[in-house]
């Protein structure tokens, strides 16, 4: 089962806050959205699950490169 399958189990979602503090190592790339707007500094440590409820709509989405960089962020600090 993907990550789709799991968080519709579940009445949380993983995120991944995203700052306009400057970007302090690897773990902390810089993120745009699909229109090449930086969004600002992915706070990968900071990775947690946010009740669904709290969610309300979709503000954008991440650029393929940018989603692929805090895909490659994650593993770095979760050490996968």
């Known amino acids: 089962m993907g990550h789709d399958g799991v968080t519709a ?3 949380g979602a993983l ?7 400057a970007p302090s190592e690897i773990v902390e790339p ?3 959205d699909t229109d090449g707007v ?5 706070q990968v440590p900071r990775v ?4 669904k409820d709290y969610l309300k709509s979709r503000a954008g989405a991440l650029a393929p490169a940018s989603a692929e960089i805090v895909d490659m962020a994650l593993r ?3 050490a996968l």
């Open 9 to 11: 189990r579940r009445s």
């Open 15 to 21: 995120v991944v806050p995203i700052s306009d503090v």
């Open 30 to 32: 810089v993120v745009a």
């Open 38 to 42: 930086t969004l600002g500094v992915a």
């Open 48 to 51: 947690g699950e946010v009740h």
């Open 76 to 78: 770095v600090a979760l």
